[in-house]
């Protein structure tokens, strides 16, 4: 892989910051260095050693200090270095005659500080010298940090891999053959490129992957380089913003020219949206900038020769917000949704992850399919990691279904919260809630099994759940099966109702989903009676969150919450006449269930056809 260097980091700290420490190094070099460096070192001894370094012939040169009324002198000491020492006057009127026969040299003054000459070197040049090589050392670092985005300007900073280096093929993309239907025809193209020229056959200029966060729209742009077996050329939509006006155009052109060299190759570009967004005509700040570079990939795109085999694939998951010149025949010539996979496709990804990891026994990848429906790929792919942590935890060195059905409660409520411990009153309460779930939905037609229900707090926040599945894959619900569903949230709440007397805030996550769903009926799926087949809502975002805005007037938002009250009012009253018609299978539930905290759907089933 060829990757251009990073952009380099600019300082931390202000320019001041370091030349302050820099001036408190020097002032402590002054303090304690510098002195030494430039003070010789007198070592003071008594008249008697003296004496006695005389008599020996140490003594090579002496000299009378009249300010300290003391003896200066080189001698050398019994180290057997030479040295300067001093002492004090001691009345000796043969001292003369002594060093006159030891041919002790007589002197005027003895220096005991550096030449002025080191001393003007050590104590002013030095300190200058220092000051201004740190700041030419400081400067060049700090240049080339602000210009080393300025050097690479206009430079894509691309990641480039050959086809062995991306390591990806078809055969690691599960769950999308759709998506590789469409895109094996790009491969087929660069690969055969006559067989369709001969036809009078173009390739498509790009192709737009979009579709949940997930569901694996960059491995298959990986796949089809690899399957193409040309240099893939991957840069995220980010990179191509600047600070500077005119510099994220700049890195189009240069990944254009880069790709235009390496032809036939693959240019993709993640999360396109941040640079492909609808113009609004702000221009204002980065705004303008996110424009420039938009309009530069515009061109580029109409501009470059499709005969060379230049393919551009992106990926987004907000393509309500692309502009439409980007997404117009001749630029991005199709549009490949990637979605989240259906039950076939769960149970091929498990496969494809669990290849990695060691199984035991005989696992049914199908059931754990059914019981992660609305997952994307890399969701699959969190519960098998979680299931093999699982087994390490154990102490095991293969995964069993076990593990693999307990990372599925791990994903959707979070692990077992084994410090929440619950009163007695408050553990009777959750089991006659999730009974009152579980009944009414085991009562209720066209309602999705029950295949566990536990009262064991998780980590999501949930004091217990009830889980089900259904035996195939749902694309469609009546307004029979919502109304049901709707029944089945509320029955948790009603059976406290009808058994305590009371309602407690343990129903407020049903409370949301029935409200949510209840509303939906009404507004985006024409199930209401009094505003029949008219759209009242908008999705917003659709693979991202979700989100809705109504778009009607005052006075039928009033309407519609008045609808969406009584929706659910006769949910609630109809959960309510279920229970009331089994509350001996209520009881006898509720307490087999705190008995044993968790039970599963042939349990309950089981229990539930005794009564």
Not at 165 to 176: H, I, L, P
């Amino acid at each position: 892989m060829l990757q251009s260097p990073n952009d380099a980091k600019s300082p931390k700290k202000p320019l001041i910051y370091y030349y302050i420490v820099t001036l408190l190094v020097l002032m402590l070099l002054n303090i304690f260095l510098f002195p030494t460096l430039l003070q010789r070192q007198v070592v003071e001894i008594g008249y008697g050693d003296f004496s006695d370094m005389v008599e020996a012939g140490g003594v090579k040169r002496v000299a009378y200090s009249a300010d300290d009324r003391q003896i200066i002198f080189e001698a050398t000491g019994e180290d057997g270095k030479d040295g300067i020492y001093k002492t004090g006057i001691f009345p000796d009127n043969g001292l003369y005659d002594r060093l006159k026969a030891a041919n002790v040299d007589f002197a005027a003054e003895i220096p005991t500080k550096a030449s002025p000459l080191a001393t003007l070197l050590l104590s002013y040049a030095l300190p200058i010298v220092l000051i201004i090589g740190f700041g030419q050392w400081l400067n060049k670092k700090m240049m080339k940090s602000m210009s080393g985005n300025a050097m690479t300007f206009g430079k894509a900073n691309a990641k480039i891999y050959a086809e062995a280096e991306t390591g990806k093929s078809f055969a690691d993309v599960a769950g999308q053959d759709e998506a590789k239907d469409a895109l094996s025809e790009i491969v087929d193209f660069l690969h055969n490129p006559n067989k369709y020229a001969s036809i009078g056959a173009r390739l498509p200029k790009g192709a737009l992957l979009v579709g949940p966060p997930g569901t694996g729209k960059t491995l298959l742009a990986k796949a089809v380089a690899g399957e193409a077996d040309v240099p893939f050329f991957s840069i995220s939509g980010s990179e191509f913003v600047e600070m500077f006006v005119g510099m994220g155009a700049a890195k189009v052109r240069d990944l254009f020219k880069q790709a235009s060299e390496k032809a036939p190759c693959i240019v993709f570009i993640d999360e396109i949206d941040t640079i492909g967004k609808k113009r609004d005509g702000g221009g204002l700040g980065g705004n303008d900038e996110r424009e420039q570079t938009l309009n530069q990939l515009l061109t580029e795109m109409d501009g470059f020769d499709g005969t060379k085999g230049v393919v551009i694939l992106a990926a987004t998951n907000r393509p309500e917000s692309l502009d439409p010149a980007l997404l117009r025949p001749g630029r991005f010539d199709r549009r490949i949704p990637v979605e989240l996979p259906d039950l076939s496709g769960r149970e091929a990804i498990l496969k494809v992850h669990a290849g990695a990891v060691h199984m035991s026994g005989r696992i049914d990848f199908a059931a754990i399919a059914r019981a992660t429906s609305g997952a994307s790929g890399a969701d699959l792919a969190n519960i098998i990691n979680e299931a093999a942590l699982r087994a390490v935890r154990l102490g095991r060195d293969t995964v069993t279904q076990a593990d693999l059905e307990e990372s599925v409660e791990t994903v959707i409520a979070g692990a077992q919260r084994k410090s929440a411990v619950l009163s007695p009153k408050e553990k009777e309460i959750v089991a006659y809630h999730e009974i009152g779930h579980a009944l009414v939905a085991a009562k209720q037609t066209n309602s999705a099994p029950v295949t566990k229900i536990t009262i064991v707090p998780r980590t999501s926040g949930a004091l217990g759940y009830t889980m089900q599945v259904d035996e195939g894959e749902h694309y469609l619900m009546s307004r029979e099966e919502i109304e049901n569903k709707l029944a089945t949230l509320t029955g948790g709440r009603s059976a406290e109702e009808l058994i305590f007397g009371s309602v407690t805030t343990g129903a407020s996550n049903d409370i949301e989903q029935a409200t949510k769903l209840a509303r939906a009926m009404i507004t985006r799926y024409g199930m209401s009676r009094g505003f029949d087949m008219v759209a009242l809502e908008t999705v917003n975002n659709p693979y991202l969150s979700g989100d809705t805005s109504l778009a009607c007037s005052a006075e039928t938002a009033a309407r519609i919450d008045q609808e969406v009250v009584a929706s659910v009012k006769a949910a609630h009253e109809k959960a309510i006449g279920i229970l009331r018609d089994n509350m001996e299978a209520l009881h006898r539930l509720a307490h087999f269930l705190l008995e044993k905290e968790t039970i599963t759907g042939e349990q309950f089933m089981e229990m539930l056809g005794k009564s």
